[in-house]
């Protein structure tokens, strides 16, 4: 039933969700506030972020295990397939990883740097002292944010719900909503040391889903390159890296002789320009207009839309292991 769930989840994605940026993930920042507030009242700052920990995992575990056992057997299993297929939607739609890199890249394209930035900040929930400085930092910074968030939002979620079911899945929401929102109620960071478990948690889920995905994109790119990285990092459990520069570092890796290098595309592009010039050079000396090309932009883009490819490539995989996985019963 899992890989079922999944194909209905992803097709509800894609068809009916595909134009919305942002599932309202309101209610849980609501309650988790409300939460912190009714646990500052005990002694002990120890005591208050583990209370605070155990009802913001538990009250909403213990509501989805109830209705799982409640919803059982009911309509032939299709209730139970609904609730299941309602989680992984909750959970995979916060930020459309593809809609993303398309606002990014019309922007990018049109050579708006401010309105890439702005947008960037709007959607991801940065703050200006977050953002890179310069145009080639900031390409690069939107790489590593959409390799991770498209990890995040899909493949830590495929990963856990075939282990796990909507428990496991629940929990992984339940995490990444907190690292999100830990600068809640007036604004200050809560806990240290309940920032600390959460960080630690996130290792903990991400840990394995990482390597696998990244050996995916061995399987979808360049293998020698990606794999060659993956194994020099594989069995390294370092609680500082961080995690978006790690899978794009792979990423990159599995592009590395997949796009066009940047002389080869300026050498084509200025032929072309040349050949539209000669053609009709009458028309381009009335409009005085000269023929202007950025390398450096273009080749930008063309990595970001082969780091997309990457992933829908490697997401493809998944979904036929999965279903390999489901016929044989592994």
């Not at 929401?173 to 830990?182: N, P």
């Not at 060659?228 to 794009?248: G, I, K, M």
Request: hydrophobic residues 50%; aromatic residues 14%.
């Amino acid at each position: 039933m899992n890989f079922l769930v999944l194909l209905i989840s992803l097709t509800i994605n894609y068809l009916w969700l595909k134009d919305f940026d942002r599932f309202d993930d309101s209610w849980f920042f609501k309650f988790r506030c409300q939460v912190e507030k009714r646990s500052a009242q005990l002694q002990g700052e120890q005591l208050r972020w583990i209370i605070a920990l155990v009802l913001i995992y538990g009250l909403p575990l213990v509501i989805l295990l109830t209705l799982l056992i409640w919803l059982e057997g009911t309509l032939f299993g299709l209730a139970t397939m609904a609730l299941h297929t309602l989680v992984l939607l909750v959970a995979f739609d916060r930020t459309q990883p593809g809609h993303l890199a398309k606002e990014f890249l019309r922007r990018w394209k049109e050579g708006d740097e401010e309105a890439c930035v702005l947008y960037l900040q709007k959607e991801l929930d940065l703050s200006e002292s977050e953002m890179p400085e310069t145009t080639e930092a900031l390409s690069e910074f939107f790489s590593q944010q959409f390799v991770y968030l498209f990890f995040e939002r899909m493949f830590v979620m495929f990963f856990w719900y075939m282990l796990t079911g909507p428990l496991g899945i629940l929990i992984a929401y339940i995490t990444y909503q907190l690292r999100d929102s830990h600068k809640l109620c007036g604004g200050e960071v809560n806990n240290g040391a309940q920032l600390e478990f959460v960080s630690l948690l996130l290792l903990v889920l991400e840990w394995l889903p990482v390597r696998l995905l990244a050996l995916t994109f061995s399987l979808a790119g360049n293998f020698v390159r990606c794999f060659e990285s993956l194994s020099q990092s594989f069995w390294s459990f370092d609680h500082s890296v961080d995690t978006p520069v790690l899978l794009y570092g792979y990423a990159r890796c599995a592009l590395s002789g997949l796009v066009e290098p940047e002389e080869e595309a300026k050498e084509k592009a200025e032929k072309k320009a040349e050949e539209n010039a000669s053609e009709d050079t009458e028309g381009a000396s009335s409009s005085g207009q000269a023929v202007s090309y950025n390398p450096s932009r273009e080749q930008k883009a063309r990595e970001i839309s082969a780091l997309v490819s990457l992933l829908e490539r490697s997401q493809a995989i998944w979904l036929v292991l999965l279903a390999v996985m489901t016929i044989f019963a592994i």
